[in-house]
Nanobody, 124 residues
Framework: QVQLVESGGGLVQAGGSLRLSCAAS????????IGWFRQSPGKEREFVAA????????GSADSVKGRFTISRDRAKATVYLQMNSLKPEDTAVYLC?????????????????WGQGIQVTVSS
């Protein structure tokens, strides 16, 4: 079992920044890839970024490249998503997830455990 808790969301103006945190715990957490996804009402869950604890897997979606950066702190078992130059279309519930399927890191079905999600709202 892996437990995930997101924090750091909120309301920000367009052009602003937020940093999301995903605190992971569980006996097997070090074996899992951690991913960030987002979901808006009426839309499918969208991949944002993913990272492994060894960083041999690290990547992000084209829609956020150059603006969002994923990183991890192994000692704290926490994955961060630094979001800069935020746009209104980035508004969504952001969820972190943990999965063992390294070949499916950009799809929701590659993940077995999910956090509850946190709201990010970008005003224009």
């Amino acid at each position: 079992q892996v437990q995930l808790v997101e924090s750091g969301g909120g309301l920000v103006q367009a052009g602003g920044s937020l940093r999301l945190s995903c605190a992971a715990s569980g006996r097997t957490v070090s074996r899992h890839v951690i991913g960030w996804f987002r979901q808006s009402p009426g839309k499918e869950r969208e991949f944002v970024a993913a990272i492994s604890w060894s960083e041999d897997i690290k990547g992000s979606a084209d829609s956020v490249k150059g603006r969002f950066t994923i990183s991890r702190d192994r000692a704290k078992a926490t994955v961060y998503l630094q979001m800069n130059s935020l746009k209104p279309e980035d508004t969504a519930v952001y969820l972190c997830a943990a999965g063992l399927k390294s070949t499916l890191v950009a799809t929701a079905r590659g993940y077995d455990y999910w956090g509850q999600g946190i709201q990010v709202t970008v005003s224009s």
